[in-house]
T-cell receptor, first 115, second 111 residues
Framework: DAGVTQSPTHLIKTRGQQVTLRCSPK?????VSWYQQALGQGPQFIFQ???????QRGNFPDRFSGHQFPNYSSELNVNALLLGDSALYLC??????????????FGSGTRLTVV | GEDVEQSLFLSVREGDSSVINCTYT??????LYWYKQEPGAGLQLLTY?????DMKQDQRLTVLLNKKDKHLSLRIADTQTGDSAIYFC???????????FGKGTRLSVIA
């Protein structure tokens, strides 16, 4: 049973560019949350998607946007990249009926480097 | 606002007990968690405790919660080299609200 799959695992982008990160949730999960983990820091909540809608959002600018598809997979888009966007981006999925953190399964993350 | 503080480093000898400490500021936090992160891996939920509990034990792991002081600790008995990782304390107001993480404590186990 595959867990949460994130792609790509690593990528390098230039300031000002746009990037799309992808997440496939664990089988049977319908809710996807995204977190940003800067080097030496704990993860910070970006937003959560459920039923193809953004359900909750953290303190991130509008440059960060997302999408959830009918198959529950999700994308995180970041526009006008800044050097400070360099981080590990983590996706977590959770199953229906709970929506709770206790059901979270985290992916291994995408390491984004902005140069 | 919410804030979670942890010491950044801890070094112990194999076989000893490790104690990782955490303080949080939001008294309305209902759920408190400990996550483990190994290099190249995602976050793994180790254990959690509800705010109406003082202690929870799960095999080698013991969690202690002091609500008055907003202090949480994780004790790992008989620490092994495989326990070397970064340990994050996290809180949430409800089971559905986002996690707020500390900066993590890097545990190094010396053989």
């Amino acid at each position: 049973d595959a867990g949460v799959t994130q792609s790509p695992t690593h990528l390098i982008k230039t300031r000002g560019q746009q990037v799309t990160l992808r997440c496939s949730p664990k089988s049977g999960h319908d809710t996807v949350s995204w977190y940003q983990q800067a080097l030496g820091q704990g993860p910070q909540f970006i937003f959560q998607y459920y039923e193809e809608e953004e359900r909750q959002r953290g303190n991130f600018p509008d440059r960060f946007s997302g999408h959830q598809f009918p198959n529950y997979s999700s994308e995180l888009n970041v526009n006008a990249l800044l050097l400070g966007d360099s981080a590990l981006y983590l996706c977590a999925s959770s199953p229906p009926g709970t929506g709770t953190i206790l059901g979270y399964t985290f992916g291994s993350g995408t390491r984004l480097t902005v140069v | 606002g919410e804030d979670v503080e942890q010491s950044l480093f801890l070094s112990v000898r194999e076989g000893d007990s490790s104690v990782i400490n955490c303080t949080y500021t939001d008294s309305s936090s209902t759920y408190l968690y400990w996550y483990k992160q190994e290099p190249g891996a995602g976050l793994q939920l180790l254990t959690y405790i509800f705010s109406n509990m003082d202690m929870k034990q799960d095999q080698r792991l013991t969690v202690l919660l002091n609500k008055k002081d907003k202090h949480l600790s994780l004790r790992i008995a008989d620490t092994q080299t495989g326990d070397s990782a970064i340990y994050f304390c996290a809180e949430s107001i409800t089971g559905n609200t986002p996690l707020v993480f500390g900066k993590g404590t890097r545990l190094s186990v010396i053989a």
